[in-house]
């Protein structure tokens, strides 16, 4: 059964700072994986998603990385503003579902 | 593009009572919707994987006739929680699977308080 875990649990950083939020997975078989954006009592926002096949992915100041061999995605975010602030959701898309599969997220608070 | 919506975005009710909550695909057709349902700092867990014209996929664990899908459109899928208890309460997602991207996309979510 395949189990996402996210590490850490909540995170605080000064405006500015470069951070890595961690994700790891149990079954390396995946399709693919997603970050996602969660703002408080709202919905998700789609930020990056890396197929099986690919390393990482970029978009602005967020990189993913994907090391499916070893379980493991990284999202990086480069020069932290309080506008990050949310919780970030890592989920992954075995190939034997269709149905994605969360961990239960990393809160970033980002003062300014 | 790709675009999920869900009504009511919060709904209160009364121990006991029934509760729909749609989730509509604006503009795109999505023959495959999931339901999740997160409880305060947890992760969503999948409740059921709803088809177009067929009946819904219930992950263990989850009681078919407590919790009613309906999938009668491309772009509408409907969860009735029927005779809600106040461990109903929770947030609960719909996601619709098409899109440009041929992948998930979220609605805004439904928060549900039982009383």
């Known amino acids: 059964k395949q189990e996402v875990t996210q590490i850490p649990a909540a995170l605080s950083v000064p405006e500015g700072e470069n951070l890595v939020l961690n994700c790891s997975f149990t079954?390396?078989?995946?399709?693919?994986l997603q970050w996602f954006r969660q703002d408080p009592g709202k919905g998700l926002t789609s930020l990056l998603l890396?197929?099986?096949?690919?390393r990482e992915q970029t978009s602005g100041r967020l990189n993913a990385s994907l090391d499916k061999s070893s379980g493991r995605s990284t999202l990086y975010i480069a020069a932290s503003q309080p506008g990050d602030s949310a919780t970030y959701l890592c989920?992954?898309?075995?190939?034997?579902?269709?149905?994605?599969?969360f961990g239960k997220g990393t809160t970033l608070s980002v003062s300014s | 593009g790709a675009v999920v919506s869900q009504h009511p975005s919060r709904v209160i009710c009364k121990s006991g009572t029934s509760v729909k909550i749609e989730c509509r695909s604006l503009?795109?057709?999505?023959?495959?919707m999931f339901w999740y349902r997160q409880f305060p700092k947890q992760s969503l867990m999948l409740m059921a994987t709803?088809?177009?014209?067929?009946?819904?996929?219930?992950e263990q664990g989850v009681e078919k006739d407590k919790f009613l899908i309906n999938h009668a459109s491309l772009t509408l899928s409907t969860l009735t929680v029927t005779s809600a208890h106040p461990e109903d309460s929770s947030f609960y997602i719909c996601?619709?699977?098409?899109?440009?991207?041929?992948?998930?996309?979220f609605g805004p979510g439904t928060r549900l308080l039982v009383l």
């Open positions: 996601s619709a699977l098409g899109g440009p991207q041929e992948t998930q996309y």
């Open positions: 079954d390396s078989a995946i399709y693919n």
């Open positions: 890396i197929q099986s096949s690919q």
């Open positions: 989920a992954v898309l075995n190939q034997a579902g269709t149905a994605l599969i």
């Open positions: 503009d795109f057709q999505a023959t495959t």
């Open positions: 709803s088809n177009e014209g067929s009946k819904a996929t219930y």
